[in-house]
């Protein structure tokens, strides 16, 4: 083993999942309430994420990303499965006993304009938490401590005792970042964090996440319903299907070499700016609406919307481990740039690469 491979391997990760479920009960009467199903939201989500890095998760609405974020910051608690915070096993943990370490995990919300309490000025909404962990800044440190989280997320500490509605939208989600970071976390769990901004605005608050993320050596798990939108920031990708990871990769893999079905139908809807481009680009356009996570499909659950389908797809459940049910392709399969007989994780029975991204580049 070279060195270096040998100083990854030895790099635990800040959080890993494991098996992570979320069932909601589904349930039916006034007086006597009866569970009549579940809502399968998260059903056996494994992930891992290192310091410093980004983990981006894909996926249509509805298919439990902001569930699984809820978890990851403990504000849920998982059905079964674990989640390991900094070498702690906090997944078990009763709420009480999980604040504590809520402090290196923090969640930034999708929409900045719902997420702001509008009767408490920016400098206390900033402040907030520190009220709910004393002890991490002395009181009469706390304005000066405010001061310099709005400065680092680009917005004038002369502007504490403004309301959130003298903000724009990008400047609200930047309130929402310095606020996640007042406890100094080590991780932030963004969910679609730009997804309610202006596409003018997106690209500025990715830049600042990103830089916030090398300044101050943070690591994402960081969620979009679009593939185009991790582009740039995420490291690994990992794309989401009614409560399941289908594929994940590094990004060049999912964005250069994708294998599942729904990530090709996913990265081919991408927008192309360039309209010689997109008109050479085959589009693949998915048949029907994403199935209820009450009752999803058995075997694969994108089989419903799959163009591959067979009969076994219905039958048996495709395993995300590369080996397992025949994912690993044939080797005529790889692409040239990839190391012979490498791959990446991906649950589908007849994986195998289309290139649907040459021109999205
Ligand atoms: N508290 C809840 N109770 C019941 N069902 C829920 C709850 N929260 C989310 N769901 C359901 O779980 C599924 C996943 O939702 P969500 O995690 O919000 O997805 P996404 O963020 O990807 O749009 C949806 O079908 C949603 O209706
Ligand atoms: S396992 Fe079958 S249904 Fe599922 S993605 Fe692969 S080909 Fe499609
Ligand atoms: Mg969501």
Not at 73 to 91: D, F, H, K, R
Request: a negative charge; glycine letters at 8%.
């Amino acid at each position: 083993m070279n060195a270096e491979l040998g100083q990854e391997h030895a790099a635990e990760p800040v959080l890993e999942a494991r098996d992570l479920v979320k069932h909601f009960p589904v349930q039916r009467g006034i007086v006597f309430k009866r569970t009549v199903g579940h809502v399968q939201a998260v059903d056996g989500v494994d992930l891992e994420l290192h310091a410093g890095k980004t983990l981006g998760v894909v996926g249509e609405s509805g298919c439990g990303k902001s569930t699984l974020a809820k978890l990851l910051v403990g504000l849920e608690p998982p059905t079964s499965g674990s989640i390991n915070l900094l070498g702690q096993e906090i997944g078990n943990l009763p709420q009480r006993k999980i604040r504590p370490h809520r402090r290196d995990i923090q969640l930034v919300f999708q929409d900045p304009y719902t997420s702001l309490n509008p009767r408490m000025t920016v400098g206390d909404i900033v402040a907030e938490p520190f009220a709910i962990h004393p002890g991490v800044v002395p009181k009469d440190k706390v304005t000066a401590e405010v001061k310099e989280l709005l400065d680092l997320v680009g917005l004038s500490p002369d502007h504490v005792n403004r309301y959130p509605h003298q903000f724009s939208g990008g400047q609200r989600q930047r309130i929402g970042i310095a606020r996640a970071l007042a406890l100094r976390p080590q991780i932030l769990v963004c969910d679609e964090p730009v997804s309610a901004l202006d596409v003018s605005i997106q690209g500025q608050v990715i830049n600042l996440l990103e830089r916030l993320r090398d300044e101050l050596g943070l690591a994402y798990v960081f969620i979009a319903h679009d593939l185009s939108v991790v582009r740039h920031i995420a490291d690994e990708v990992a794309v989401m299907y009614l409560g399941k990871i289908v594929e994940r990769g590094t990004a060049a893999e999912i964005y250069d070499h994708p294998r599942h079905p729904y990530t090709q139908a996913l990265l081919s809807a991408v927008p192309v700016p360039d309209p010689e481009l997109r008109g050479r680009r085959e589009e693949i356009i998915l048949q029907g609406d994403v199935p209820s996570p009450i009752n999803p499909p058995s075997g694969c659950r994108f089989r419903t919307r799959c163009w591959k389908a067979t009969e076994r797809c219905a039958e048996e459940v495709p395993s995300l481990d590369v080996g397992d049910n025949g994912t690993r392709p044939p080797v005529s399969h790889h692409h040239p740039n990839q190391p012979e007989g490498s791959t990446h994780p991906t649950a589908c029975f007849y994986a195998e690469e289309k290139d649907v991204t040459h021109a999205v580049k």
